[in-house]
């Protein structure tokens, strides 16, 4: 399972032996449900979450690479007892928030496709960078290609396709691209990478970081995520002549007119801000053009409008890939539902605009801190009704706490160099 912030949770249930991962997904084997204490968990403290079932989802079932002794693992629906005694899904649950709406989309026979380019940092022990190897470095500049490659066959053995893979700007920063996967899947898939990119690093006595901004003079670390929206076997987005369609222009409209708020969602750290700044390849301004990395969603380039897609660029890895993913789909559908015409696309560089010229083309900026966006997100009701008023109360108070502690309760590096000797 994974709780409110992101992070997978687990317990190890021993089962009958099998030879292949193939005997459980058929169901040969029974994989039992099990119950743990949801008031040990973040996000599910309250005394009457305490009693949490987890039932597998063996459509998810995958055999750990490399895992001695063998192991599989399976990822897991959430529910709780209802006043009827009833089991129901748990509306706490980032996977049933997006399963949820995968359900709604079903209804309307549209299903989405995402793609998503995690990046991440190799550290050594000391907390440096591995090497100092920047874009697309090989050995031995890129001491980290080994690495990389035998995480990537890894991926394939748990049945995640890895379409490309990379040193990035950083030094010490890696890519891995994931091809495109259904929306039901891409979360589970996300949650995955990350657990065995840091299983085959720690292999190696390196420390793999998914940390939007580790190094202040080096670019963070993001998760662009492309996505498709599909219906009756054809793609809405595109065109054959390489340019969106009336749909993808409504999709395009729903995203950036709920940017600020997916932004808490999206970049939920107080990290995450320290990455969303000029010149580092990161977008800090809310705008969408062709090809325009600057901007806030980019259309790449296509031939066949099967191919088209529209990437959000301002994700981290730390995100909770159940709730991001709900959030952008859901933001995109409002555009979709509401015929929304977005703003004339934008070619030129925003990081060098000038801020009258953007104002001149109504070109605003995303938040520039953790509360300013859960501001935004209280307000948002699109968002708000998609997960659920008891889920979004938590999770602003969560996150205003952390908040809370940074202003008021921790003496930064920062101030000790400016204030110290006045």
């Not at 005997?23 to 029974?30: D, I, Q, W």
């Not at 498709?228 to 007119?257: E, I, M, T």
């Not at 991001?324 to 559908?333: E, T």
């Given at each position: 399972m994974v709780d409110i912030l992101g992070q997978p949770k687990g317990l190890t249930v021993p089962i009958s032996p099998v030879d292949s991962v193939e005997?459980?997904?058929?169901?040969?084997?029974?994989i039992p449900?099990?119950?743990?204490?949801?008031?040990?968990?973040?996000?599910?403290?309250?005394?009457?979450?305490?009693?949490?079932?987890?039932?597998?989802?063996?459509?998810?079932?995958?055999?750990?690479?490399?895992?001695?002794?063998?192991?599989?693992?399976?990822?897991?629906?959430?529910?709780?007892?209802?006043?009827?005694?009833?089991l129901e899904p748990h509306p706490l649950s980032p996977r049933f928030i997006l399963h949820h709406l995968i359900t709604q989309l079903a209804a309307k026979k549209i299903s989405v496709r995402v793609k998503l380019e995690?990046?991440?940092?190799?550290?050594?022990?000391?907390?440096?960078?591995?090497?100092?190897?920047?874009?697309?470095?090989?050995?031995?500049?890129?001491?980290?290609?080994?690495?990389?490659?035998?995480?990537?066959?890894?991926?394939?053995?748990?049945?995640?396709?890895?379409?490309?893979?990379h040193s990035e700007l950083g030094e010490g920063q890696q890519e891995i691209e994931i091809d495109f996967t259904d929306l039901s899947r891409a979360a589970d898939k996300l949650v995955l990478f990350k657990l065995l990119v840091h299983r085959r690093a720690a292999q190696y006595g390196v420390e793999a970081t998914f940390m939007p901004k580790p190094f202040?003079?080096?670019?963070?670390?993001?998760?662009?995520?492309?996505?498709?929206?599909?219906?009756?076997?054809?793609?809405?987005?595109?065109?054959?002549?390489?340019?969106?369609?009336?749909?993808?222009?409504?999709?395009?409209?729903?995203?950036?007119?709920?940017?600020?708020?997916?932004?808490?969602?999206?970049?939920?750290?107080?990290n995450s801000y320290k990455r969303l700044v000029p010149d580092f390849e990161a977008?800090?301004?809310?705008?969408?053009?062709?090809?325009?990395?600057?901007?806030?969603?980019?259309?790449p380039l296509f031939t066949e409008a099967e191919k088209a897609a529209v990437e959000f660029r301002s994700p981290d890895p730390l995100a909770n890939p159940y709730l991001?993913?709900?959030?952008?789909?859901?933001?995109?559908?409002d555009g979709l539902d509401k015929e929304q015409q977005p703003p004339s696309p934008i070619s030129e560089n925003l990081y060098q605009m000038s801020a009258r010229q953007r104002a001149k083309l109504r070109v605003s900026s995303l938040p520039q801190t953790l509360q300013a966006a859960l501001q935004v997100f209280q307000k948002d009701v699109i968002l708000q009704k998609q997960f659920g008023q008891e889920f979004c109360t938590l999770y602003?108070?969560?996150?205003?706490?952390?908040w809370e502690e940074y202003i008021s309760k921790s003496v930064t590096d920062f101030e000790w160099a400016r204030y110290l000797h006045r």
């Open positions: 005997s459980l997904a058929s169901g040969a084997v029974p449900s099990c119950s743990i204490d949801g008031s040990s968990v973040r996000g599910l403290k309250q005394v009457s979450n305490s009693d949490i079932r987890l039932v597998p989802d063996i459509s998810t079932v995958t055999e750990v690479p490399g895992a001695t002794p063998r192991r599989a693992c399976v990822f897991t629906n959430m529910f709780r007892r209802s006043a009827a005694g009833d995690p990046e991440f940092y190799y550290l050594q022990e000391t907390g440096e960078p591995l090497d100092n190897a920047t874009y697309a470095e090989l050995f031995p500049k890129n001491q980290g290609s080994d690495l990389l490659l035998e995480t990537a066959l890894d991926l394939r053995l748990a049945g995640i396709e890895a379409r490309w893979l202040l003079d080096q670019a963070g670390s993001g998760l662009h995520c492309h996505i498709q929206v599909w219906q009756n076997g054809r793609n809405l987005l595109g065109q054959s002549d390489g340019s969106l369609s009336n749909h993808g222009h409504y999709f395009v409209a729903g995203l950036l007119k709920h940017a600020p708020a997916i932004t808490a969602i999206a970049n939920p750290t107080i977008p800090t301004h809310i705008a969408w053009g062709y090809m325009n990395r600057s901007a806030l969603i980019r259309v991001l993913l709900a959030a952008l789909v859901a933001a995109g559908l602003y108070e969560i996150h205003s706490t952390e």
